[in-house]
């Protein structure tokens, strides 16, 4: 190809580019600056072009996205991905600066946005973000130099890149692309030579596109006639001098000659719909392909940087390296930077290419940086590599109205979004962490889980809670979903809970609604939730979830507490649920199978933990609650049922076992009945696999069941005798059942059993340091030793000598 004449030119100036190609980026400078169009022609969304200003504007930072989406459903919508090395947006940039019309010319999203309606590209449903992936993967994924045509049914996709690498005796399309392109000097000698690339690589994309033709994907044929439709218009309008920028597998079909008249039946009578579009930020972990991305590339970081670099680019690439591991404490000195260049440029000449590449440097940096591991390495590759960047737009830029109303939230609470995840902790006893509390909370009831909650490793009080932030650009759809709830998070969040809570199908998903309306303090919708979830509990008779409404009820009462809520109705329901809870569970209890009563155990265990919590916040609410007598009895009514199942030979054995540790726990049972319920659970008339099944209930889990027998011979010895005693057919059937519940102990608590069941009866004893009474328990309890640990207790769960201000103990 010879170079465009300035300002002019019959023929269109063809632009073939790879998406996101930091080398066709500068090409595309060059080439623009050599050629001075007088309009540019880029591959995107038509209803675009009114959003070409915003790119020249301060507060626009890439990587930005194009986001349309359908007016009447957000959750359908695509994506137009732009970063700093973005041929297109080097392109835009261009022509604003410069006062040049940029168009955007591939098929327009009002028909991109329907036209795969239905189908399933990916294998998932065609909703929210897959909706995103697949429209995206129509309009932009299959028109890069590195990602062909979309097959169709029983076609093969081809990669042009892996094509072209293959032909030129590479395995790796990046390296190939990185040798032939990226490492790729300036163009010199004279302004004909910034067009060659362009040349070079239409010449190749036409053989492709003769051996392979579309690639068995009909679309591409569609919006490649709307394409040329548009260049002949731009040409008419502008009497030549236009420069198309798009995809490297799109030019040869731009090229050929085709008949307007057939262009025009390909595109007509396309379906549509009504679209909006606008500018979002992106990041470059989306920009890459493991990120989901179909046009995406392996390393956004680092081609972000290859662009960037004035000059020395492995050697200010191999110093942020150092500057990563040395914010991550590793020893990292300017000596490791010096020998690891020298490396990767060593490693560069024996593979025989041109410059070092990403991966000289990733080598060397994980022998010399790394001393061989690959676990630093991951760090690099995720923070560097990959990269963390989150990208910005203006205010001008258009957005629904909540999508504003969040934006001056996450100014007021200081809360800036960020592609990096990072671990927040709130103190919902000061007022901007607890609005930061409530809006991550609403954003969770809208679909947008901007925020994850998080395990605190500090205090367990209820006055701290822990998030894992990280935003992604899919939240700015489902911002535009949520729109249709309400102008603002707070509005849209208790339209939103309403509706769920009419549309829960069971009681339990209205216990969830009302916890999670307490913790995202709406206090309109509450009234509608507790109305709904009063009327279910009333109706539902099956214990199994009433026993899994119960502990987000009592939850929701201190959740309430911390915050200051009226929560007096929710304890009157809790309250009622659990009275019907200690009705129905003995005689739910009866026959069950082992899936069902393992089920059941579970249930026990939760309702357990819920009742403790429960009489305390009933001893609060006493004055409000209707009949506080019974309030005040209710963790000696819960006893009651345990007994009950404890001794009741028709519940499974796994219920049975789990209630009578339960009630040796809460001091409800003497040690001597706990070793004579075992003694009849174990006894000789007792299956083998239901005795197993007790064991698992009673020493199983988590419930430090395994201490229970190093510091109780007594137990030890009934578990040690009954086991000897298992017929050898049986054996093979309750062995899962045992290394299931043994498996779970730590591993010294294993080892100190095994050592006690080898020394014998005899040797016990002393093992375990056995005084009068109950082997390997004193008489009463020492004082003096208690007070001694109390002060390290104290510090351990943050109580401190005052009050503990909301601080949960161990046994909350």
């Not at 909706?131 to 990669?159: L, Y």
């Not at 991951?378 to 258009?398: I, T, Y």
């Not at 009849?680 to 209930?697: F, Y």
């Not at 109780?712 to 578990?719: A, K, T």
């Amino acid at each position: 190809m010879n170079a465009a004449p300035r300002g002019g030119g019959a023929e269109p100036l063809l632009l073939g580019v790879r998406h996101h190609g930091p080398g066709s980026a500068r090409a595309v400078r060059a080439a623009l600056e050599a050629a001075e169009p007088r309009v540019v022609l880029i591959e995107g969304p038509p209803e675009a072009d009114g959003l070409v200003p915003l790119v020249a504007d301060p507060g626009m930072r890439p990587p930005v996205a194009l986001l349309a989406h359908a007016v009447d459903e957000p959750g359908r919508s695509a994506f137009w991905p732009f970063a700093e090395f973005s041929p297109e947006w080097i392109a835009l940039r261009w022509a604003v600066e410069r006062g040049v019309p940029a168009r955007f010319i591939d098929l327009p999203a009002t028909h991109t946005l329907v036209w795969g309606r239905g189908e399933d590209t990916d294998g998932e449903p065609d909703t929210d973000t897959n909706a995103n992936a697949n429209a995206n993967a129509n309009a932009d994924a299959d028109a890069d130099a590195g990602q062909g045509g979309g097959a169709g049914a029983g076609e093969v996709r081809i990669d042009p890149l892996a094509a072209l690498a293959e032909a030129g005796g590479y395995d790796d399309a990046e390296r190939w692309w990185e040798d032939v392109v990226e490492h790729r000097g300036p163009a010199g000698g004279g302004p004909g030579d910034v067009f060659a690339p362009f040349a070079v690589l239409e010449e190749a994309m036409g053989a492709l596109r003769e051996t392979y033709g579309s690639a068995g994907d009909d679309r591409d044929l569609v919006r490649e006639a709307y394409m040329r439709l548009q260049v002949r218009a731009a040409q008419r309008e502008f009497g030549g001098g236009v420069a198309v920028v798009c995809g490297a597998w799109h030019v040869p079909a731009l090229r050929a000659k085709a008949a307007v008249a057939a262009d025009r039946a390909l595109v007509k009578g396309l379906p549509k719909v009504k679209a909006d579009l606008t500018w979002v930020p992106w990041t470059y972990r989306r920009l890459a392909r493991a990120g989901g991305y179909g046009a995406g590339i392996e390393s956004p970081g680092w081609y972000g940087h290859l662009f960037a670099a004035p000059d020395r680019p492995v050697e200010r690439w191999l110093a942020k390296v150092a500057g990563l591991l040395r914010a991550e404490d590793r020893m990292v000195s300017s000596a490791h930077v010096i020998e690891a260049v020298r490396l990767a440029e060593t490693l560069a000449a024996v593979r025989g290419r041109p410059l070092p590449g990403l991966g000289e440097t990733t080598d060397a940096v994980r022998a010399v940086m790394c001393e061989g591991s690959d676990v630093p390495l991951a760090l690099v590759r995720d923070r560097l590599v990959v990269g963390e960047v989150l990208g910005e737009v203006p205010e001008s830029a258009p957005a629904v109205p909540l999508q504003r109303d969040l934006e001056r939230s996450q100014r007021r609470l200081r809360l800036k979004p960020e592609a990096r995840e990072r671990e927040l902790e709130l103190d919902l006893r000061k007022e901007t962490d607890a609005g930061r509390s409530r809006l991550l909370h609403r954003l969770r009831l809208l679909g947008v889980e901007w925020g994850e909650p998080a395990r605190s490793r500090g205090s367990t009080g209820t006055f701290r809670e822990t998030w894992r932030l990280r935003w992604e650009p899919e939240w700015s759809v489902r911002v535009a979903e949520a729109g249709v709830w309400g102008t603002t998070v707070l509005g849209a969040a208790t339209a939103k809970v309403e509706a769920d809570a009419v549309a829960a199908p069971g009681l339990v998903g209205v216990t969830a609604l009302a916890e999670r309306c307490l913790l995202a303090e709406l206090p309109d919708a509450l009234p509608v939730v507790m109305r709904i979830l009063t009327d279910r509990a009333a109706l539902d008779a099956d214990v199994g979830h009433l026993a899994q409404a119960l502990p987000a009820l009592v939850r929701a009462l201190r959740y309430g507490d911390v915050r200051g809520t009226d929560v007096w109705a929710l304890a009157g329901v809790a309250a009622g649920l659990a009275e019907r809870i200690f009705v129905g569970l003995p005689p739910a209890c009866t026959g069950l199978d082992r899936d069902a009563a393992e089920e059941m155990r579970r249930h026990v265990d939760a309702v357990h933990g819920a009742v403790g919590l429960l009489e305390r916040e009933l001893g609060q609410e006493e004055e409000r609650v209707p009949d506080p007598t019974a309030a005040g009895g209710i963790r000696g009514r819960w006893r009651r049922v345990l007994g009950v199942l404890a001794g009741r030979d028709s519940a499974p054995g796994v219920v049975r076992g789990r209630a009578a540790r339960l009630l040796l726990d809460d001091g409800g049972l003497e040690p001597d009945a706990a070793a004579r319920l075992m003694g009849l659970a174990l006894s000789a008339g007792t299956p083998p696999g239901e005795a197993a099944a007790w064991i698992e209930g009673f020493v199983g889990g988590h419930s430090g069941g395994g201490m229970l027998l190093v510091h109780d011979e007594r137990l030890l010895g009934l578990v040690d005798a009954w086991l000897t005693g298992v017929p050898e057919a049986a054996f093979t059937d309750v062995l899962p059942l045992l290394r299931r519940t043994f498996a779970e102990y730590e591993t010294g608590v294993r080892r100190t059993l095994g050592e006690l069941v080898r020394r014998g009866p005899g040797e016990r004893a002393a093992a375990v340091g056995a005084g009068p009474g109950i082997p390997g328990f004193a008489d009463g309890l020492d004082a003096g030793r208690a007070d001694a640990v109390m002060p390290v207790a104290r510090l351990l769960l943050g109580v401190g000598d005052g009050p503990r201000n909301g601080t949960v103990g161990v046994g909350a």
